[in-house]
């Protein structure tokens, strides 16, 4: 029989060399296979269905509206805080379609030129959604950065007490 002792050191107590290795080694620790799945969660919960997107070559985001534009709207005022840029997008789409909808006119109840304000509402609910997919593709985009960040990885070995060989291994018990 052979007894092996063996110094585990914390993240924390490595030195840079150590710290860097385990760091590049261990890079995918925080990327799971469903790691975008709060914010579809979060999108869903908005009233946007988020049905595919593609952070490498293609940059693209896929989805659909399940509420109307103006329910989205509210719904994204309300859940993100003033000065974002979902915020923004969501006060800027219900300010510029109320201006929209109050330039047209009525007469005798009927309103004029009514094929003209929908192509217009249309135009302007197209590009809205165009716009919140997009930044929720930023959103997904900044998750995946943060995920694969030395900052997060040091913190998930900090939390976790995770315990490392002198030269950066992770030893697992």
Not at 22 to 39: F, H, M, P, Q, V
Not at 83 to 96: E, I, R, V
Not at 134 to 140: A, F, N, R
Request: proline share 0%; charged share 30%; net charge negative.
């Amino acid at each position: 029989m052979n007894t092996h002792t063996i110094t585990t050191f914390l993240f924390s107590e490595l030195n840079e060399k150590a710290k860097e290795f385990a760091l590049n080694k261990y890079r995918e620790l925080g990327i799971s296979d469903y790691w975008y799945e709060d914010t579809f969660y979060n999108a869903k919960e908005n009233g946007i269905r988020l049905t595919g997107f593609d952070l490498d070559r293609g940059q693209k985001i896929e989805g659909e509206f399940i509420w109307s534009e103006i329910e989205v709207a509210e719904k994204l005022e309300d859940e993100f805080g003033e000065g974002t840029n979902m915020n923004n997008l969501a006060s800027a789409f219900l300010k510029d379609r109320l201006q929209i909808c109050d330039s047209y006119e009525f007469v005798d109840g009927a309103l004029i030129k009514e094929d003209e304000l929908e192509a217009e509402l249309n135009d302007l609910e197209y590009q809205f959604q165009k716009d919140v997919l997009q930044e929720y593709w930023k959103l997904l985009q900044f998750e995946y950065e943060y995920l694969f960040s030395d900052e997060f990885l040091a913190d998930h070995f900090d939390n976790n007490e995770s315990q490392f060989t002198e030269n950066g291994k992770l030893f697992i018990f």
